[in-house]
């Protein structure tokens, strides 16, 4: 059982100019006023599943265990597609099944279980089909936050959908080819590769050259250590290789997409 009081996060693309993200906080409070309700983000770009994947992955590790995370970002809302829940080690997960939990998948291997949440009851009960984000995964993650346990929710499934997270490939044994998977609101452009393997890599070699388009990025501890507006890169909040400018857009001022390959080369001397 959950302790009575728990923390429920909430993600997605809803934006604030309309009622839809106090809705879904009104059906929670209903059912569990003791709740702790905290926003992550309701800034997804619009039926973005993957920006909301990363999003979720990027945050989820900094909650207390047994957090419900909530995660509506839900182009095919009213269709065929499951909602379900997600259990790992430490976390809950409601939302629906259209990959928008990838990077979970990916980073919690050990422990992980999928529900297709069908037990209705548990559902507001006029429920619209264009709005399942309040009457039915907001209600859904009110109730497990109370205490209700995973598998009353439906039945545990294995054939749930993934969207692909790229992952660092190694070319070479002193080698490391990431891209960039995310851009903040700053033009910071974030990168999978880890610091974990940026320090595998530095075990083969005497230093790093960090490349991006044929240009060698000098690597930082901090923003303000840049000496002038080029573009440099640094190990992020985040403890993953980061491209940007000092006080300037690194998206903006170098063209840099989503995708964009990133190489580190470990060498000798």
Known sequence: MLERRTVITLTSDFGTKDPFVGQMKGVIININPLVELVDITHEITPHNIKEA????????????????HLVVVDPGVGSSR????VVTEDHYFVGPDNGVFSF??????????????????????????????RDLFAPVAAWLAKGIPAANFGEEI???????????????????????????????????ISLEAIEQLRATGNSLRIVYKGRELPLKTHYSEAE???LKCLINSFDLLELFVYRGSAATEYEINIGDVIGIIARQG
């Open 228 to 230: 002038d507006k080029g």
């Open 104 to 133: 979970i998948y990916q980073k919690e291997k050990r422990y992980l279980k999928v529900f297709h949440i069908t037990a209705d009851h548990y559902f507001l009960k006029k429920g619209s089909p264009t709005f399942q984000g």
């Open 82 to 85: 499951r909602p379900i829940l």
């Open 53 to 68: 994947a990363l999003s979720t992955g990027f945050s989820y590790r900094f909650f207390p265990p047994r957090t419900v």
């Open 158 to 192: 294995s054939d749930y959908n993934t969207i692909f997270i790229p992952e660092p490939k190694v070319p070479a044994k002193n080698a490391l080819e990431g891209e960039v998977i995310y851009i903040d609101r700053f033009g910071n452009a974030i990168t999978n």
